[in-house]
């Protein structure tokens, strides 16, 4: 099922529309096709008219108007305990590759805040500290209790309803239209949108089982400028899946902030890690994150004991040129992201996801949700993949 695209109103210097806008979002393309709608708004200026010269011309500088830099667009993504990590990483960080500046405020009583899956995120700001700010879109991610916890926090009430009666943008996604919005009043008259993914592609190589007789164990190294929506949804997933999975910083603290400004609160440090044996390593992408990886000695001792010790390994985006690095593909199939993927010996093109015996490489962060299902596969079987398919209301492939 195509995407349906929803054309929302401009905003100022234009008049505004009669009737305030709601959005219930696809992540990724719904995320984008928000942000569109706001920077619309800078190209529904009059056009200048230019008046003939009587003299020859010659070069004209620029004006100072014309050099000057259309303002950031404001926007407020608030999380409480329970919010679903994946959806408000995917909005932040997709929004603040679209170039708006993003807050990230916590309804709790405390900044660090522990998302359904498990992940601990660090938010921005409290709150009370946006109750006075003016923002282009307010967007409320989902997940229970997280829905709930927005739902009952006066102060975002207030600026959300303040929002639609300012003829502003307001967006909610998987249960916060529902939990949030409706017991509100912010959902009368409003056209809510879904989306439906195409299959995903993947390809396997000298198949072999994962399988295992106890919990997978599996260790995810992060760094400063690692991508979060990797990190964020490749560990959303497995936990679903009743993997145990542990997130290591390899810098002095447990937090690390991610390639788009995500604050991630990892559960040890890498060095606690390193005495334990995991079923599964796994390592994210990110052009600072993987030069970061690459360069902790512990990290680059753990690959290998696993490579010896025959489990398995995995990476994402650029991270798969650490293993190349280090002689742990050889012989191996594998993708990356298109940047790096010239780096690789053997590298296969054209699809998302690649598994030649106990290794499995992925292209990138948009394809995180794939990457993570195929683990689930091999470790749990197709029937536990599908099942957190529909979780995420991901279609998985028949």
Partial sequence: MALRSLTLPPLSPVAAPKKPVAVYAAVISSTLSVYGSIRNCQTQEKPVVKQRS???????????????????????????????EMEAVIMIDVLRRSGAHVTVASV??????????GTRLLADAFISACS???????????????????RDC????????????????????????????????????????NAADGNSRKEEFNEVSWSSDHPPQVLIPIANGCEEIEVVTVVDILRRAKANVVVASVE??????????????????????????????????????VERLQRSRIVKKMLKEQQLSGRILGAICSSPTILQKQGLLMGKKATA?????????????????????????????????????AIVGK??????ARSVAEGLVFEYPR
């Avoid at 004006?63 to 993504?77: G, Q, R, Y």
């Avoid at 709790?108 to 899956?117: I, K, R, Y």
């Avoid at 943008?169 to 509100?184: D, E, M």
């Avoid at 604050?263 to 334990?276: E, L, P």
């Fill in 54 to 84: 009587k003299k020859p011309t010659g070069i004209i500088s620029p004006t100072p108007e014309t050099l000057s830099p259309a303002p950031l667009k404001k926007v407020l993504v608030p999380i409480g305990f329970g919010t679903e």
């Fill in 108 to 117: 709790e009583e405390q900044l660090e805040v522990e998302a359904a899956g």
């Fill in 132 to 150: 006075d700010q003016t923002f282009d879109l307010v967007a409320l991610p989902g997940g229970m209790p997280g829905s709930a916890r927005l």
């Fill in 154 to 193: 006066q102060l975002l009430r207030d600026i959300t309803t303040k929002q639609a009666e300012a003829k502003r943008l307001y967006a909610a996604i998987c249960a916060a239209p529902a939990v949030a919005l409706l017991p509100w009043g912010l959902l009368k008259r409003k056209q809510l949108l």
């Fill in 252 to 289: 002095k603290s447990l937090q690390v902030v991610a390639s788009s400004g995500t604050k991630i609160m990892a559960d040890k440090a890498i060095s606690a890690a390193a005495d334990s044996v995991h079923d599964l390593i796994i390592l994210p992408g990110g052009t600072l994150g």
């Fill in 337 to 373: 992201h298109p940047s790096v993927m010239s780096m690789l010996d053997d590298a296969v093109s054209g699809v998302r996801v690649v598994i030649d015996g106990k290794v499995i490489t992925g292209r990138g962060l948009a394809t995180a949700t794939d990457f993570g299902l």
């Fill in 379 to 384: 470790l749990f079987g197709s029937a536990r």
